[in-house]
């Protein structure tokens, strides 16, 4: 049996960056992907000449000019920048809110009316706000929470927004500018040709094997190398003794039209309670597609259970709590490395989890 310096399960980003940045110390990686495919969530599947994201919609984004470098050196990114629109019932508003926003709700013009009214509607929120629903309100007033807020987050996350934590919200922007850049991050963009080229030249060096599941068979896995870094969810890891983390997953139907520009954007939101998908991607638009057809997703969250695809941490308190009793056990071990948005349980961003990973190897390499 081949013996490896390190055994990376799965194939995702934050194994990709430890496998190349072993590579170029000079040491030897097996990866074992569960899929057919490696790249994680990041994968793109070529359909009319389109690539989809199949595993929804990625945006590169960082203000970390490390990862920004790093990755830049690996493929050349595009210009995009994320600019989708909220549909609430037929009316299309910018996001993220801004004053664009502001604007077409209000029927206003300038900065200081928006905050006028913004500040009138969060007065009924009294000190710091404790859940989602009080952080929204008195982010951007009872309007916007109402039209473009509440039912999306409600679906997206399947509690009510008075049962959510206040952090989620805050991932977005509020701005009084009139500009509709989804992040406020230094860089961004996609890579030219797609994610799979970035994703192959990350392992580019390590021996893969798909459709692979260590957990099946971990006894002989955990043989063939010094070190496990394992970025699948860590509750599965140990075989659920404390009981199961909870994620939200998402469920794509995907569609060929016979169009070639069916919503002039790569994400429209479905802000409503009753639309029962969350959003719309068409996905030429992340690369200008120029293809007589398009491919659109529309995207369903849904309750994970066991064999379906975790996505979302729920990073509530009480999952919190569970995740910390597993990380416990995990400091006990001396072979193996909880890593990624699965290991660690965490609502991460790619660039985060890049940041992860470099962190990781810095305490790993010596
Ligand atoms: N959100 C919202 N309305 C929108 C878009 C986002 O209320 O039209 C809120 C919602 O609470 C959501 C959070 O912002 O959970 C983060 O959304 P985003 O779409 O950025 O999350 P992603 O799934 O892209 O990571």
């Not at 940045?21 to 990041?42: D, F, M, Q, T, W």
């Not at 920048?81 to 009316?91: F, I, L, Q, R």
């Not at 509709?180 to 060096?205: C, R, S």
């Not at 006990?332 to 890049?354: A, C, N, P, Q, S």
Request: with cysteine; hydrophobic share 35%.
């Amino acid at each position: 049996m081949k013996r490896y310096d390190y055994v990376l399960v799965g194939a995702g980003l934050y194994s990709g960056v430890i496998a190349y940045l072993a590579g170029k110390a000079g040491k030897s990686c097996l990866v074992l992907e569960k899929r057919p495919h490696i790249g994680g969530n990041v994968y793109c599947e070529e359909v009319e000449g389109i690539h989809v994201h199949k595993y929804g919609a990625h945006i590169f984004h960082t203000s970390n000019k490390k990862v920004w470098e790093f990755v830049n050196s690996l493929v050349e990114f595009n210009r995009y920048t994320n600019s989708p629109v909220a549909n609430y019932k037929g009316e299309i508003y910018n996001l993220p809110f801004n004053m664009n926003t502001f604007s077409k709700m209000w029927g206003i013009r300038t900065p200081k009316e928006a905050e006028e009214i913004i500040a009138r509607q969060r007065t009924e929120i009294e000190g710091e706000p404790k859940n989602l629903e009080e952080q929204a309100i008195s982010l951007v007033g009872k309007d916007i929470y109402e039209k473009l807020i509440k039912g999306y987050t409600e679906k997206q996350w399947g509690r009510d927004c008075k049962d959510l934590p206040s952090f989620i919200i805050k991932r977005l922007p509020v701005r009084y500018t009139y500009d509709n850049n989804y992040f406020n991050d230094l860089y961004q963009g996609i890579p030219i040709g797609g994610y799979n080229v970035l994703v192959e030249k990350l392992f580019e060096g390590a021996d893969i094997m798909t459709e692979t599941d260590f957990l099946k068979d971990r006894d002989t896995y955990m043989k063939m190398g010094d070190k496990v870094i394992f970025t699948g969810p860590i509750d599965a890891y140990y075989e659920y003794c404390f009981g199961k983390l909870e994620y939200r997953t998402v469920h794509f139907e995907t569609e060929v039209l016979d169009e070639d520009n069916h919503q002039g954007v790569a994400v429209m939101n479905y802000t409503d309670r009753e639309t029962p998908y969350t959003r719309v991607i068409e996905h030429k638009h992340f690369e200008f597609g120029k293809q007589p057809k398009t491919v659109i997703s529309k995207e369903f969250s849904v309750d994970w259970e066991e064999g379906m695809e975790p996505y979302y941490p729920v990073n509530d308190a009480k999952n919190q709590e569970l995740y910390q009793k597993y990380v416990q056990k995990a400091q006990t071990e001396e072979k193996v490395i909880f890593g990624g948005r699965l290991g660690e349980y965490k609502y991460y961003d790619m660039d985060k989890v890049i940041e992860s990973a470099f962190g990781m190897w810095d305490r790993i390499k010596a």
